[in-house]
Nanobody, 124 residues
Framework: EVRLLESGGGLVQVGGSLRLSCLVS????????IAWFRQAPGKAREGVSC????????YYANSVKGRFTISSDSASNTIYLQMNNLNLLDTAEYFC?????????????????RGQGTQVTVSA
């Protein structure tokens, strides 16, 4: 059973940084992808960044490009989202999500599994 567990959300001021973690378990192989999505109240879900674990392909939404970095630590089975220079528009619930049997790409639109989410609030 695939399980994804996020941590690292919280309250931060504009211009600050946070690092989100996604502890991954249950995939049978390394051919999977992990994406970070976010959703603010009243707004559509947005795919922020994704990573194809087996070949390190990464994508970023234009809204976070240059500020967010996705990375992985195979030893701890954790996918990170480093978020720098946060602004008010980054306030949302963030969740990590996965797709199995993936190689050569990752999706910012869809997923098969997801975690419960962690709240990120950026204050002025």
């Amino acid at each position: 059973e695939v399980r994804l567990l996020e941590s690292g959300g919280g309250l931060v001021q504009v211009g600050g940084s946070l690092r989100l973690s996604c502890l991954v378990s249950g995939f049978d192989t390394d051919f999977y992808s992990i994406a970070w999505f976010r959703q603010a109240p009243g707004k559509a879900r947005e795919g922020v960044s994704c990573l194809s674990v087996s070949d390190d392909i990464r994508y970023y939404a234009n809204s976070v490009k240059g500020r967010f970095t996705i990375s992985s630590d195979s030893a701890s089975n954790t996918i990170y989202l480093q978020m720098n220079n946060l602004n008010l528009l980054d306030t949302a619930e963030y969740f990590c999500a996965g797709m199995d049997r993936i190689s050569g790409y990752c999706s910012l639109d869809r997923y098969e599994f997801r975690g419960q989410g962690t709240q990120v609030t950026v204050s002025a």
